[in-house]
């Protein structure tokens, strides 16, 4: 069996990030979870600098993109412009049903862009379709630095 998939998640919203972890944790599969409150943080998270000098390499980010600091979108384009980090699928989990929004992060590599449901059931089903498809369906490249 393989290892648990480590999971980073950009979350800002306190509410959001509760209902995000609390959907993950009631998951088919035990994964690692690590979160970040804002853009600044989740680059110093990949970087593995200052408080995140052990953090292990996520296989998955959940990146909302109305962050402070720097927003998703700022946050996206580093990581797909990165030789280390451009193979990490990025969903984006956002509000924002704006085309612009949408078209945007597709433009800057998103692998994938999902409206966040008002509602806990669609919230929960959401999260256990992300984890079905990207973490159970999906063949992810090997995570080389665990």
Not at 60 to 74: H, Q, S, T, V, Y
Not at 106 to 127: E, M, R
Request: with cysteine; charged share 25%; net charge negative.
């Amino acid at each position: 069996m393989r290892e648990p998939y480590q999971i980073l998640l950009v979350e800002d919203n306190e509410g959001d990030m509760i209902l995000t972890m609390e959907a993950l944790e009631g998951l088919s599969h035990q994964h690692l979870i690590a979160r970040v409150k804002d853009g600044e943080q989740a680059i110093l998270y990949l970087k593995k600098e200052g408080l995140f000098h052990e953090a292990s390499l996520p296989d998955l980010i959940l990146l909302d993109i109305n962050l402070p600091r720097l927003d998703g979108k700022e946050v996206l384009s580093f990581i797909k412009q990165s030789v280390l980090f451009k193979k990490i699928p990025v969903i984006i989990l956002s509000t924002s049903n704006n085309e612009r929004d949408i078209e945007e992060c597709y433009l800057h590599g998103a692998n994938c862009y999902v409206v966040k449901p008002s509602d806990l059931d669609g919230y929960v089903k959401v999260i256990h379709a992300i984890e079905s498809f990207w973490l159970c369906i999906a063949n992810l490249p090997e995570n080389h630095k665990r």
